[in-house]
């Protein structure tokens, strides 16, 4: 999932990349800080991915475990606060031991990567939901930045719409440029599922299978924006 490049518009057209990010096998015995069940390591790989030193991340949750692995790749961490004239970014005083040349905020007041989770509150996500985030979200980043956004809630229901459909549109009218679609796995896959085993007629319903007549969600899903399109991107629109 490399930061994109500008290329040439006349490159051939590529289908927009999916990353995939594995839960690992293995736990520390110590609890350990996380970005809605993302790993701290895939949260830093992603923040290394999509910025370079120096960088201003913005985190809307303003979780400790986006402020610590961003100030550890000497990143700059910043918070959202809303004033008089609407939201603006404030950036986040480094650590004295961590107060480098290289970790020096270009000046302004907008984000390099903004990390998001839709939807906030209530459980569902509308159209006119997503459409509001994005317009607040847009004028925060830089050109050429990012937006990720975690899906944070279940799918839905038969017969609607998908909240990924839902956010990509609403980014697309938003301005933003749809760049890369991350599922991320939150937990260790078994060797052998017995979900994707076959199910007899006079077998049981141990819920092994189905919660609530869905399976089980086990991945969440992470979708990646820019505010510039590289050549080859542009060619695919």
């Avoid at 700059?76 to 040349?101: D, K, N, Q």
């Avoid at 459409?131 to 050109?143: D, E, I, K, N, Y």
């Avoid at 979708?223 to 695919?236: D, L, M, P």
Wanted: aromatic share 6%; glycine share 8%; hydrophobic share 40%.
């Amino acid at each position: 999932m490399p930061k994109p490049s500008s290329t040439a518009p006349g490159d051939r057209p590529q289908p927009a990349p999916v990353g995939l990010l594995l839960a690992r096998t293995r736990f520390p015995r110590t609890p350990r800080l996380d970005w809605h069940g993302l790993s701290p390591s895939h949260l830093a790989y992603l923040i290394r991915r999509y910025t370079h030193v120096g960088d201003v991340v913005l985190d809307l949750d303003a979780l400790p475990a986006a402020i610590a692995a961003t100030a550890y790749l000497n990143r700059v961490p910043a918070r959202l606060f809303t004033g008089r004239h609407g939201p603006h970014v404030r950036l986040l005083p480094p650590a004295p031991e961590r107060r480098t040349r290289h970790a020096l905020p270009r000046p302004g007041s907008r984000a390099d990567l903004i990390l998001a989770t839709l939807p906030k509150g209530a459980p569902g996500l509308t159209r006119d939901e997503a459409a509001t985030a994005m317009s607040t979200w847009r004028p925060l980043l830089r050109p050429g930045g990012f937006l990720l956004v975690g899906l944070t809630t279940a799918p839905p229901q038969p017969g609607e719409f998908s909240h990924r459909a839902t956010v990509i549109a609403a980014a697309r009218a938003g301005g933003l440029f749809y760049h890369q679609h991350i599922p991320a796995v939150l937990v260790p896959l078994p060797e052998h599922e017995p979900r994707t085993a076959p199910e007899h007629a006079d077998e049981a319903n141990d819920g092994r299978r189905l919660l609530a007549g869905r399976h089980v969600p086990t991945f969440r899903d992470l979708i990646v924006f820019g505010t510039t399109a590289t050549g080859e991107e542009n060619a695919c629109a």
